[in-house]
Antibody, heavy 121, light 108 residues
Framework: QVQLVQSGAEVKKPGASVKISCKASGYTFTNYHLHWVRQAPGQGLEWMGIYSPSGGNTQYAQKFQGRITLTGDTSTSTAYMEMSSLRSDDTATYFC??????????????WGQGTLVTVPS | SYVLTQPPSVSVAPGETARITCGGINIGARNVHWYQQKPGQAPILVIYYDSERPSGIPERFSGSNSGNTATLTISRAEAGDEADYYCQVWESSSDHFVFGSGTKLTVL
């Protein structure tokens, strides 16, 4: 069965960086895009960007452009989201999610369990 | 960027029909997806491409999209339907996804 298993919770100081992993199993990693979505405490979902394992292509939401880097390792079927210059308002749960059909615009059918990143003020 | 507007909350009595709207300029021309999220859990896709149901999603969940409003309809609401619901569209011009602000469904 399809699974996306994310790395554990992180506590980071302001100005630091964090790198979260998302290990995929149960499907062909290179056939589908992986998206990253974050959710601040008590807030809604916010799309951050997309990573295409087949060619390594990425697209970032304008808000995060220059501050996040999406990468992956096809040998381990793992995607990564790295965010730099952390601020207190980056405190959130970060999700990876697989799309349905490996093309732009398709919805997300499987999600990771989420990774809580806390940046104390 | 494209803005999706949802009511913050919707209440429904058990057994009745809940309707959650998602407003956007000419949203009827876009494909709308809906997610259900319960506290402490990852979202679940409940409707995609306006009105399609993934396998495992009850027939009580349906969707429509026309003009400036997309609607998620939950018939015969149950206590287990209590959750936050988010609409989502793909903005092809910018190659970005956009989520609505979310609606908290309460089944009284």
């Amino acid at each position: 069965q399809v699974q996306l298993v994310q790395s554990g919770a992180e506590v980071k100081k302001p100005g630091a960086s964090v790198k979260i992993s998302c290990k995929a199993s149960g499907y062909t990693f290179t056939n589908y895009h992986l998206h990253w979505v974050r959710q601040a405490p008590g807030q809604g979902l916010e799309w951050m960007g997309i990573y295409s394992p087949s060619g390594g292509n990425t697209q970032y939401a304008q808000k995060f452009q220059g501050r996040i880097t999406l990468t992956g390792d096809t040998s381990t079927s793992t995607a990564y989201m790295e965010m730099s210059s952390l601020r207190s308002d980056d405190t959130a749960t970060y999700f990876c999610a697989k799309d349905v059909a490996g093309s732009r615009g398709y919805p997300f059918d499987y999600w990771g369990q989420g990774t809580l990143v806390t940046v104390p003020s | 960027s494209y803005v999706l507007t949802q009511p913050p909350s919707v209440s429904v009595a058990p057994g009745e029909t809940a309707r959650i709207t998602c407003g956007g300029i000419n949203i009827g021309a876009r494909n709308v997806h809906w997610y259900q999220q319960k506290p402490g859990q990852a979202p679940i896709l409940v409707i995609y491409y306006d009105s399609e149901r993934p396998s495992g999603i009850p027939e009580r969940f349906s969707g429509s999209n026309s003009g400036n409003t997309a609607t998620l309809t939950i018939s015969r609401a149950e206590a287990g339907d209590e959750a936050d619901y988010y609409c989502q569209v793909w903005e092809s011009s910018s190659d970005h996804f956009v989520f609505g602000s979310g609606t908290k469904l309460t089944v009284l």
